[in-house]
């Protein structure tokens, strides 16, 4: 049995929208049992309950999807969890697609998956208008043609996707996966099977046209309002892009503005959802859609500095280390009150044995007096349990926090593995770069605690997000008993 899914087998997680205006959460709980509205038809209340939560963001916090205030825009978030007690601490959050570079790329369909691959990390390296390690990427595989490989490829300004997360992390919300509002709004959205559809989207500062088939995004293209500032210049723009897509695709394609979209027939059952005039709830809605998707199967474009599989392992490892560490704190002050108490009331019966035999030469031993001595008897034999138990007991949080301590800034650790404290210890993570892998090690070198560092040299070839797989042994394990 694998003790950390047995520790983290119920997956909580919460669809996050942020725009430059608004935060919207959604996610579903048990439904109560309460009475049930009809609406329009539906009379069978649904099994769960969907909760809508939206939160104004003021002015100048996120402007066109760049995190500008941090301390606000955290301060807004962790007001949202306080006050609707969201026990959910995984997120999976759609940002505003403004600053996020998308295009789809074809590649032969009979190449194997390893030339797919490398062509994909050529187009990555030569054909975005960023330097790649300037950027985060991520890649998804459309499958919706028999003659070759249409692959989306997605960028993000590694400083532009590092604020997001950054602000989330503060608040203790964990983030799976960072996408944009469109793939959000792909998964939410209704439209007939086998049917491309232009829509309109209308941001604050921008409208973004983009076109989706059976839910996979084709193409993308914001418009700055300076450009199209009224409505008939806007359909006049909307009219060349379609017509150009149409002779691309040499097919039919069908025009909708977003505010008149319908959600997916298995969420119109909500009322909060199917009633909403403005029909806002698409982003996060489509966010939480993605949050269902089994551990260890989603594999859609995730602008992280690691794909959603490898942060649900990231965070369940995180989440693994902080239990043993609260366990064995939890453990030390059961014990150290236990101590506390046997000691004070040792003291108060010596204290009153003293001051009676001042009192009176000779009297006789009172049965409480007898009880009360068995009583300290088996406290003390406790205490001498409790203090044999203690020095055979390993302290393991005193080695988490020496590798907490000596991780630099640019290591992400995925997974700590210690067999046992005679035996290697090992950690696998991923580096920002080469150097900063290396000054991991020498810091790791230089602790009291550990000894033969080894880091296996790999992927020489690759210059940014390196991964490593590190493994050193403690010095002298009598350092991490309790004393």
Do not use: C
């Given at each position: ?5 047995l520790?983290?087998k119920?997956?909580?997680?919460a669809g ?6 608004f ?27 969907i ?28 007001k949202?969890?306080?006050k ?9 959050v759609?940002?505003?697609e403004d600053k996020?570079?998308?295009h ?15 062509a994909?990390?050529l187009?990555?390296?030569f ?9 985060y ?9 028999n003659?070759?490989?249409e692959?989306?490829i997605?960028?993000?300004?590694k ?6 997360i ?11 996966a ?11 959205i ?18 973004t ?5 059976d ?19 806007l ?9 150009s897509?149409?002779?691309e695709?040499?097919?039919s ?5 977003l505010?008149?979209a ?12 199917s ?17 269902e ?25 995180k ?6 560490r ?7 002050i059961?014990?150290?009150?236990t ?15 003293t001051n009676t ?7 006789p ?9 068995s ?15 203690l ?35 090992s ?7 080469r150097?900063t ?8 070198q230089e ?17 940014a997000d ?10 002298d ?7």
């Amino acid at each position: 049995m694998n003790i950390l899914n047995l520790l983290t087998k119920e997956k909580h997680v919460a669809g996050v929208e942020i725009n430059d205006l608004f935060i919207r959460v959604t996610y579903f709980r048990p439904r109560k049992r309460t009475i049930f509205k009809k609406h329009e038809g539906i009379t069978k209340p649904p099994k769960n309950e969907i909760v809508l939560i939206e939160e104004s963001i003021p002015p100048n916090v996120v402007s066109n999807g760049i995190v500008v205030d941090k301390v606000t825009l955290g301060k807004i978030l962790k007001k949202i969890w306080n006050k609707e007690k969201l026990k959910k601490s995984y997120a999976i959050v759609s940002i505003p697609e403004d600053k996020i570079y998308s295009h789809v790329f074809s590649f032969p369909k009979n190449v194997t998956e390893q030339q797919l691959e490398l062509a994909i990390n050529l187009a990555i390296d030569f054909q975005l208008p960023f330097k790649k390690n300037e950027v985060y990427t991520g890649w998804e595989n459309n499958n919706v043609s028999n003659t070759s490989n249409e692959i989306l490829i997605s960028a993000i300004p590694k400083n532009i996707a590092d604020d997001y997360i950054e602000v989330l992390n503060n608040v203790d919300i964990s983030v799976l996966a960072l996408e944009s509002h469109i793939a959000s709004i792909a998964r939410s959205i209704k439209l007939n099977a086998g049917e491309t559809t232009l829509i309109t989207k209308k941001n604050q500062f921008s409208i973004t046209v983009f076109s989706l088939k059976d839910g996979i995004n084709q193409f993308s293209r914001t418009l700055p309002l300076v450009f199209v500032n009224d409505e008939e210049k806007l359909i006049s723009e909307v009219n060349k892009i379609k017509i150009s897509l149409e002779s691309e695709t040499k097919e039919s394609i069908k025009l909708l503005s977003l505010i008149n979209a319908t959600v997916k027939d298995e969420y119109s059952i909500y009322p909060e959802i199917s009633a909403d005039p403005e029909s806002k709830w698409f982003v996060s809605l489509g966010a939480f859609i993605r949050g269902e998707i089994a551990q260890g199967e989603d594999y859609q474009i995730s602008l992280l500095p690691v794909g959603t599989v490898k942060a649900y392992e990231y965070q369940k490892s995180k989440t693994f280390i902080t239990l043993v560490r609260n366990i064995i704190i939890d453990i030390s002050i059961f014990f150290l009150i236990t101590f506390i108490i046997a000691y004070l009331l040792i003291f108060s019966l010596s204290q009153i044995i003293t001051n009676t035999s001042t009192n009176i030469s000779i009297a006789p031993v009172s049965p409480e007096l007898v009880e009360k001595e068995s009583l300290i008897k088996k406290i003390n034999s406790l205490t001498s349990i409790s203090s044999s138990f203690l020095s055979s007991t390993i302290n393991w949080s005193i080695l988490i926090d020496e590798i907490n301590s000596r991780t630099t800034s640019g290591i992400i650790i995925s997974n700590f593995s210690v067999p046992s404290i005679n035996e290697n210890v090992s950690i696998i993570g991923l580096a920002k770069d080469r150097d900063t892998l290396n000054v991991f090690k020498k810091s790791l070198q230089e602790s009291s605690y550990v000894t033969q560092v080894e880091l296996p040299i790999t992927n020489l070839e690759q210059k940014a997000d390196i991964p490593f797989s590190l493994s050193f042994h403690i010095k002298d394990p009598s350092m991490l008993y309790y004393k």
